[in-house]
């Protein structure tokens, strides 16, 4: 049973589209991560 909110295709998606942008993540510099922390911070996407 999938207890996702999203459906099958949509949370393939979601789990391809993840790998992608950790794999990104994996090769920005510092100040590119913390530019990045910041808009998302900004935009309220990171609520720490």
Known sequence: MNNSPFGQDEETRREELLRSIEHAL?????????????????KNYIND
């Open 26 to 42: 994996q090769n920005l510099t510092l100040q590119e991560l913390e530019a990045i922390y910041y808009d998302m911070s900004s």
